[in-house]
C-alpha cells in the first residue's frame, strides 16, 4: 500500500531542523512512498515530528542523520524504529 511521510514544518519543529529532515526524507525517495511538508501536527516542543501513513507511527526529534533508519528500516523493511518512536502515542514503544 502507498505511504505518505508528514514532516511538519510549522514553526517549532522548523526551529529545531525539521527542513534538513524533510530535504533528507526528499533525497532517498522510494517507490509508492510519498514524502510532504505538513502544517503543525500538534505535538510542538517534540520535534521534529515525522508520522507515517496510514501506519499511524510517530517518530519526534528526528535528526537528519536518523531519516536513512526510518527509510531503510520502516519503509522498505517493515519494521518500526523503536528507538525513535514518540512515546506519547507510543507508551510502549
Ligand atoms: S510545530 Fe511541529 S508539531 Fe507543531
Redesign the pocket.
Known amino acids: 500500500m502507498t505511504k505518505c511521510v508528514q514532516i511538519?514544518q510549522?514553526?517549532?519543529?522548523r526551529k529545531k531542523g525539521?527542513a534538513e529532515v524533510l530535504a533528507a526524507f526528499k533525497s532517498l525517495p522510494i517507490a509508492d512512498v510519498t514524502v510532504t511538508a505538513s502544517g503543525?501536527?500538534?505535538?510542538?516542543g517534540n520535534?521534529p515530528?515525522v508520522l507515517v501513513l496510514p501506519d499511524m507511527v510517530w517518530y519526534c526529534r528526528v535528526l537528519p542523520l536518523e531519516v536513512h533508519l526510518v527509510v531503510e528500516k520502516h519503509l522498505l523493511g517493515g519494521q518500526i524504529v523503536k528507538q525513535m518512536l514518540y512515546h506519547r502515542f507510543h507508551p510502549q514503544g
Open positions: 511538519c510549522h514553526r517549532s519543529c525539521a503543525c501536527l500538534g505535538q510542538c520535534g515530528i
